[in-house]
């Protein structure tokens, strides 16, 4: 774990010194959880946009895109809850002065105390060998058995004060089981406290009685708001998916782990709307597809998992999210939600405008109901770059899926004279209407391949003497580093089989 913590600082300082990804405002020494994306940050960024809104868009005949935006009428946040219940519980440490999520604080306890059966297992099997059973051993060891109800006993509780927002007993279970500050060690906690976690602002100058606006918390309810105009205007039917890509905005009470958690984010969302009833057979579907979706993109499969949800939000009768396993931890890049009819019926009782369907196959009309995937663009950028991120013998090399690099090919001269550096603009000419390229002429050959192995260039071209008059380069793949003599008329099919997004979309199929 020590190691992963360092590798994931190393995954920090190279995202900084490769142009992926600054602090804001750095000069003025940043901004507490809002980060920049620099020049290969913003391709790579744009990149995982594409894939995902192709995925949505064009993988799918009855998907629709849209582009709400970011201020909505305030009723919008009264409708959908947000102003009333979209919280967190803080706690203070009085010591530390450091501030904590009360439900943050109790979970990692937990995990603390499974890691504690964990390594009495694992002491176990190295004392008992071939023969050890692991069941029988944490159904019958005394130290095992302890802490096994010390957690259910715990989660019993933790669930029912999360499910009645219970303030108190949350604060109980923090003292009963002596949970204390990481910084100051100390058990000195102030009450916990509600947190409404949505930025506010205003609309209008103060003098003109200005109204109270908020930055939205998600996008989902910009879809909502439009599902009237979208199904009318697109003569959409049921099942039909709107699909938003955007930024979010969430004070977050303890904002940490680099991008994983921001301030201000983005999200990529689709509302599917069904028939009542069918919901559930179409949260199955979207799962499925989700996963694959990722698992797609090559980082190892058995980084992933379901992690289905223990407290149901108020609107939803199913929830799991897609869990990855980043380097601290496995953590949520991605929520899928069976928010049943919720938002609409919401909106309808909040606007006083009908906001049905009628479904000419049963003909009925309601309030359809939404299944929604949810995934964060920035969590999925993270996710990317840990998987990637890999130290070698003599270098650094981000393995980049090659559709998503931010350069797909490196045009070289191998020197700066004999006609070489106009043969590889020729060669750059005619590719960077297909491809994100790039042309470099200084330092050696071998320091440029380094160079682009840090930002994750999957192919380099070399251009030499020969090239002139053979009219072949030498190809160099990042990952195997092999190197091969190619026609400079093939390497556009060549590239476009590896590197477009084709090759992706097409595992998802
Ligand atoms: P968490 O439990 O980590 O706070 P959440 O369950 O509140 O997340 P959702 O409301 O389901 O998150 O939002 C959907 C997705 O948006 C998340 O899976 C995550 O990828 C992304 N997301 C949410 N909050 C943030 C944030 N503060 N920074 C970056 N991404 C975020």
Redesign the pocket.
Known sequence: MAQDQDIFKKIISHAKEYGFVFPSSEIYDGLSAVYDYGQNGAELKNNIKQYWWQAMTMLHENIVGIDAAIFMHPTTWKASGHVDAFNDPLIDNRDSKKRYRADVLIEEHRAKLEDKIAKEVEKARKRFGEQFDEQKFRETNARVLETQQQIDRLTQRFVEALNQSDLVELKRIIEDEGIVCPISGTRDWTDVRQFNLMFETQLGSLAEDASKLYLRP?TAQGIFVNYLNVQKTGRMKIPFGIAQIGKAF?N?IVARQFI????E?E?MEMQFFVRPGQEMEWFEFWKQARMKWHRALGLGDSKYRFHDHEKLAHYANAAT?IEFQFPFGSK????IHSRTDFDLSQHEKFSGKKIRYFDPETNESYVPYVVET???L??TFLKVLAASYAEEADRVVLRLPAPLAPVKLAVLPLVKKDGLPELARKILDTLKFDFACQYEEKDSIGKRYRRHDAIGTPYCVTVDHDSLNDGQVTLRERDSMEQTRVPIDSLRSLLAEKVSLRSLLEKNG
Do not use: I, K, L, P
């Open positions: 998600e969430r977050e994983f958690r921001m301030r984010f999200q999210d949520e890049v991605e929520g949810s995934v964060g920035d969590r």
